[in-house]
């Protein structure tokens, strides 16, 4: 989602982004800063934020094992998404058989999701 | 929001520390049994501790809801060899275990788990897993037992890996814990095992630990303690930016347990043994990509005409139907699965596999890249339970893969998974995921060793037991942790009924104290740990890899020693998440050394534990086809010999049935 620039933004001196980036990202109109997510992640990626209510600030993205646990502690779906750094999700690809179209995780234009839940 | 750089450049301002900081204050906590690490084993190994009656702590380094290398889920249950539908008796599975390694293997505990295997996943199924089929979605399968509703996996004639849905099976577990009484301190990075009068090789009574929230000190007295940790990770491969979501195991995963241990003076064996390091994390997302291994057994791969691979038996014979690939053939007793501990298996203990000389078919143009796993080759039932069931339980698919996949439009039943493009040799082995030729050669993991213990789960350190799948020697996969903790905290809960107060060595206590808050008094500009890590894994890598002989493994040693006086001991936390990482940089520093003095005493190499000493080339010579025990006696090492059958052996009785009626 791009947000709006102001030409006149002031640039600081930062340490380079981390990499992975962010492991995961939390959608402000849906999280209320429970830090349930935060309670329950085994390596602290994520801290709370100082303002009450707000969402968690990621702060140790490269500790990340990416288990989905945060997500699935979360009350409130779709505030909180596990996201595969770029060089995974660009690994995962998968080719229609009857089209021959070749889809990736992370496309521009993906295909409708797929609704059927796991088994259990 | 959600980034620190996003918080920074919109407020202007650092964010504090969130939680109250105190270095200073020293909290007690008194116990009966302690146990350190709350992972699946360590939670089962509380949770029948406390059933018996006395009071049980358990330190855990994150949060003992969802963490460990069995937090996120598991599919599938080895050695449930006493479950009503298994043709396999534990006699048979343990003896194909230890032959398989040549002997190789703790007999005694391989035995411990194939007879109480099955019992323990009955008492996950009452906390609330799911172990059977009960909405009857596999009806009419051939993997399912329509009486019992059980699911069979990889071998469908013998039955004793079976299907489960655990992804939540962490998350029952800590609640029947809490239900039980278990008082559980997360959080806690353990730094020492107490001995009784500070002295090194007595009686353990406790462990200290620093809380990576608030940097407060905990000493813990316990009249008996269990070990549950985890492997040694980062101790031979440091590149988190790297691994990522390829990780195994989580970033705890420092050898705490072990550091611990050899610290205080327990014994060892095979810390020498180690291989070619395919699972560290190098290739991609586990079960991201197609394949055809482990969980995906049974998986048509197809090359980019849609040309089908052959699917072949232990001995190279090429199977005929998609039925085969889950039967044993002739000539074997039944198949063993991948993941449980055994680096190796004899043909007639072999899974069906895809042809192994696939990597020389594609170069020869037999075969056209890229590769896919084509699973709407299959029947319903198979798809479903490969991509729907296994995937969607497996440790670190239910979210990452299964919700992610389907979420951006994979459809098992219309689509073909590519498998990675990768250098030939790479399809040698199934599991295309793991990409072996992603990981160089020079990064190899330990493997096999761990504590030795004796029939009760017991070190030579009279109160120290073990329960945990990859620390304790003869351990294996997930459900080996849950069932060696569940014995190893009956008898730690029996041994700490009779046992004797402890008390703490106060001298021994404020020496752990002031080691572990060294960092945080240092120059806030020095060394960090992940730079400190870094470098003891190129150490482990450069002196004690594949190849080694006695003067690398001494220049190793000395280096690991110097790092302890120099950027290590000058290194700097700024808050206790750091510090607790340092913290775990001295425990791998530790493990290191133990691989090392383990490796400097096998003065012979060994084909089994891949283990090559330039200086004595001849393997596998006769006169070493021994354990040597290792320990530490006043810091110095101290090493014996034991046969490989020692578990059969006085003071031992000479059948595993009697030692388990004797034992258990």
Redesign the interface.
């Known amino acids: 989602m791009e947000r709006e620039m102001k030409m006149s933004e002031k640039s600081?001196i930062?340490p380079n982004?981390?990499?992975?980036?962010?492991?995961?990202?939390?959608n402000?109109d849906i999280c209320i800063g429970c830090n349930l997510c935060v309670?329950?992640?085994?390596?602290?990626v994520m801290?709370?934020?100082?303002e009450k209510g707000?969402?968690p600030?990621?702060?140790?993205?490269?500790?990340?094992?990416?288990?989905?646990?945060c997500?699935?502690?979360c009350p409130r779906p779709g505030a909180i998404t596990?996201l595969?750094?770029t060089?995974?999700r660009i690994?995962?690809?998968?080719?229609?058989?009857?089209t021959g179209e070749y889809?990736r995780?992370?496309?521009k234009n993906?295909?409708?999701?797929?609704?059927?839940p796991?088994?259990? | 929001?959600?980034?620190?750089?996003e918080?920074?450049?919109a407020t202007?301002k650092l964010?504090?520390w969130?939680y109250p900081v105190d270095y200073n204050k020293v909290n007690e906590v008194v116990t009966d049994v302690l146990v350190v690490g709350g992972g699946v084993a360590g939670l089962q190994a509380a949770i029948n501790a406390a059933k018996k009656g006395v009071k049980v702590a358990v330190a855990e380094?994150?949060?003992a809801?969802?963490?460990?290398a069995g937090?996120?889920g598991v599919d599938h249950w080895h050695g449930a060899v006493t479950n009503p539908c298994s043709k396999v008796t534990p006699e048979e599975y343990t003896q194909g275990c230890y032959d398989s390694m040549a002997g190789w293997t703790g007999g005694h505990v391989r035995y411990i788990i194939t007879r109480e295997s099955w019992d323990t996943l009955l008492e996950c199924e009452k906390m609330g897993v799911?172990i059977r089929d009960v909405n009857d979605?596999f009806k009419g399968a051939n993997f399912r037992d329509d009486e019992t509703k059980l699911m069979f996996a990889y071998d469908y004639r013998s039955r004793h890996m079976l299907r489960i849905?655990g992804?939540n099976i962490k998350v029952r577990v800590y609640e029947e814990a809490r239900r039980v009484g278990v008082d559980i301190f997360n959080r806690m990075m353990v730094t020492s095992l107490l001995n009784e009068g500070g002295r090194q090789g007595n009686r353990i009574i406790g462990a200290t630990a620093v809380d990576?929230?608030t940097g407060e000190f905990y000493v813990f007295r316990s009249k008996a303690t269990i070990i549950a940790t985890g492997g040694a990770g980062r101790l031979t491969l440091f590149s988190?930016?790297m691994t990522?979501?390829?990780?195994m195991?989580?970033?705890?995963n420092a050898g705490v347990g072990q550091a611990i241990g050899w610290n205080a003076g327990a014994e060892f064996v095979c810390m020498e043994a180690s291989g070619p390091g395919r699972l560290t994390g190098l290739g991609?997302?586990p079960y991201?990509?197609g394949n055809a291994g482990n969980t995906f057994h049974g998986t048509p791969i197809v090359d980019a005409d849609g040309k089908e691979v052959p699917w072949v038996d232990p001995f190279g014979r090429e199977l005929n139907t998609v039925e085969d690939r889950f039967i044993p053939q002739d000539g074997q007793q039944f198949s063993l699965g991948i993941g449980i501990g055994i680096s190796r298996t004899n043909k007639e203990f072999g899974l069906n596999d895809i042809t192994p000389d696939l990597p020389e078919r594609i170069e020869k143009g037999e075969f056209k890249l890229p590769l896919?796993a084509?699973l709407?080759r299959l029947p319903e039932h198979e798809r479903?339970?490969i991509f729907?069931?296994m995937?969607?339980?497996e440790?670190?698919t239910?979210?990452?893969i299964?919700?992610?996949?389907?979420?951006?439009?994979?459809?098992p039943d219309?689509?073909?998974?590519?498998a990675?493009v990768m250098p030939l040799e790479g399809y040698f082995n199934s599991n295309y995921w793991s990409a072996a030729p992603n990981t160089p050669s020079v990064v190899r993991m330990l493997g096999g060793g761990g504590f030795l213990v004796d029939w009760n789960l017991m070190t030579n350190l009279e109160g120290l037991y073990i329960g945990a799948g990859s620390t304790l020697f003869g351990g294996g996969c997930h459900g080996e942790s849950h069932t060696t903790g569940r014995y190893a905290g009956r008898h730690a809960a029996e041994y700490a009924r009779t046992a004797q107060e402890p008390v703490a060595d106060r001298q021994q206590v404020e020496a752990e104290r002031t080691r572990a808050y060294t960092a945080v008094k240092q120059n806030k500009g020095n060394n960090g740990w992940k730079e400190i890590n870094a470098a003891i894994a190129r150490i482990m890598r450069d002196y004690c890899g594949r190849h080694k002989n006695e003067m690398t493994l001494n220049l190793g040693l000395r280096l690991l020693n110097e790092l302890k006086t120099t950027e290590l001991s000058s290194a700097y936390a700024s808050n206790p998440?750091e510090l607790g990482r340092l913290l775990e940089c001295q425990a791998l520093v530790s493990v290191g050394e133990l691989a090392i003095k383990s490796s400097l005493e096998r003065k012979a190499s060994n084909s089994i534990l891949d283990f090559h000493r330039l200086d004595y080339p001849d393997m596998d010579p006769s006169g070493w086809n021994k354990l040597l025990p290792i320990r530490q006696e006043e810091n110095k090492v101290v090493v014996r010999e034991l046969p490989l059958d020692f578990h059969l052996k006085a003071p031992y009785a000479a059948s595993y049935e009697e030692n388990y009626q004797r034992y258990a």
Not at chain 1, 18 to 24: C, D, I, L, Q, S
């Open positions: 600081y930062l982004p981390p990499t992975p980036n962010k492991a995961v990202e939390f402000p309670d329950v992640c085994p390596t602290d801290l709370p934020n100082p707000k969402e600030i990621v702060v140790y993205p490269e500790e990340c094992w990416y288990c989905g646990g997500v699935e502690e596990m595969h750094p060089q995974q690994s995962m690809n998968w080719k229609r058989k009857d889809y995780l992370g496309m993906p295909p409708p999701p797929n609704t059927r796991p088994s259990g | 929001m959600s980034t620190w750089h918080y920074i450049q202007g964010p504090e969130p380094r994150g949060h809801k969802r963490s460990g937090g996120a799911q979605e849905w992804y990576t929230h988190p930016e990522a979501s390829g990780a195991s989580d970033m705890n991609y997302a991201s990509m896919y084509d709407t479903r339970v729907g069931m995937v969607g339980n440790g670190k239910r979210i990452p299964y919700n992610t996949m389907t979420r951006a439009g994979f459809d219309k689509d073909m998974f590519q990675p998440h």
